[in-house]
């Protein structure tokens, strides 16, 4: 059972900066990808950021120039750091491994971190 916890989340003013975290622990395939995913009330999940298993990163529109991925292999972790952060932001913001199996793809949510950009 693969288990994913998520830490770093706050309240942070519009501009200011944020760094979240992702525990990995229990994956027993090979990563084919992990990332982040912010989904706020009323909205669907989209991506934030996300690193393939070779070190290839992915930031959609939303937080390039702002957001950066990487992953602590041996400490089986998850960073995303979010510089200049804005209202728009604000959202629980989840870590997903994908893994390949047998049986193809299978994908583990955590249970989130809220981040608030308010003043």
């Known amino acids: 059972q693969v288990q994913l916890v998520e830490s770093g989340g706050g309240l942070v003013q519009p501009g200011g900066s944020l760094n979240l975290s992702c525990v990995a622990s229990g994956s027993t395939a090979n990563i084919y990808e992990m990332g982040w995913y912010r989904q706020s009330p009323g909205k669907e999940r989209t991506l934030v950021a996300s690193?393939?298993?070779?070190?290839?990163?992915n930031i959609p529109r939303s937080g390039a120039g702002r957001f950066t991925i990487s992953r602590d292999i041996a400490g089986n972790l998850l960073h995303l750091r979010m510089n200049k952060l804005k209202p728009e932001d604000t959202a629980v913001y989840y870590c997903r491994e994908r893994v390949i199996t047998v049986v193809g793809y299978c994908d583990s949510w955590g249970r989130g971190t809220k981040v608030t950009v308010s003043t």
């Open positions: 690193v393939d298993g070779d070190g290839r990163t």
